[in-house]
């Protein structure tokens, strides 16, 4: 049976925002929702369509009034995120997750910098930037893309500004990938320096560039590879390991050895992209493992729903996962097998 709901926006004015640049939110909408008849007329959406897809509908509108009215600007990312948010709701309940509405999830600001907020933007990145505030070690694992070491970074920054902190430590194993460390130009230094370029990238973006040399040189912030924490204990410090699956079982082990009192430690990688020789045991994958169950350590895995680059990244991200699980059900024969066909034959 088809119902007709009208959603009247109170704030005339800030219908062009709620409807999006070139009513790119509104065509989010629209795409969620393609059974429902969508008109836009004044402050007025008037939806048409059976009663349970204008009910879901409107309620994607309301809420996207919500977020922002939460200060929140509004692009179709945004309105494609709070839509998935809204419906993955009912399974969150069911396995007895609080419910969180996207209004709350996406106007949580991390760390205001330089003209901009930095906020987590799908509920996978909420549930991770929670565990780094209320655990001691956090890992996040996910693919590229996923905020993992950028939320991360936030909340370092947001913490030595807050002085709950003397310190930030950023540290990357130094594994190749495909080149070799002894044909690279230049000094040991200059080797490593494109393997910690990403964490340079990203504290480039939360700090003033200017000052970010006199915080160096004051031991304020540190960028090293992670061979270069062996023997030290980190105490009142926020630390960051980058590209931790490419870590081995010794070096994950030796790297948390390192924690002190005082210190808040962030582990993040892609179990999917190690770059470890042959038969080498990534030593994240082994910490997964191994430190599952103990208390004020978190594990927090983010997926390609969490991919905040461009959309196709994600899509990408979803075929390579579908085309290797369906090369690990394949099996294939054996070198040797086929030797001893080619011995059997007269």
Sequence with gaps: MSVTRVVVIDDAASMPELLGSGDG???????????????????????????????????????????LGAGVPLTPDVARES????????????????????????????LSTRGRTIRP?????????????????????????????????????????????NRIVL??????????????????SEKIDPYLRPLYDALHDMVDPESIPKLMEAGTIEVAPLAYMRGRTLNDAFVILDEAQNTTREQMKMFL????????MVVTGDVTQVDLPGGTQSGLRSAAEILSGVEDIAFCHLGAQDVVRHRLVSDIITAYAESDENRAQTPRPTGQR?????????
Aim: charged share 25%.
């Design 25 to 67: 939110v509104l065509r989010e909408v629209e795409r969620a929702f393609p059974a429902v008849d969508i008109l836009v007329r004044g402050n007025r959406i008037t939806l048409t369509g059976e009663e349970s897809d204008v009910d879901a509908a409107a309620t994607a509108v309301e809420e996207l009034r919500d977020v």
């Design 83 to 110: 839509v998935r948010m809204l419906r993955s709701t009912p399974t969150a309940e069911a396995q007895g997750a609080p419910e969180e509405r996207p209004a709350g999830v996406l106007s949580r600001s991390i």
């Design 257 to 264: 050895t390192r924690l002190g009192f005082g210190t808040t």
């Design 338 to 346: 086929r030797r001893f066909d080619r011995e059997e034959r007269p």
């Design 121 to 165: 933007k799908t509920q996978g990145q909420a549930s991770y930037v929670h565990a780094i505030e209320t655990h001691t070690v956090t890992f996040g694992i996910g693919p590229a893309g996923t905020g993992k070491t950028y939320l991360a970074m936030a909340q370092a920054v947001a913490a030595l500004q807050g002085k709950r902190v």
């Design 171 to 188: 540290t990357r194993p130094a594994v190749e990938a495909g080149e070799r460390l002894g044909f690279l130009p230049g000094s040991l």
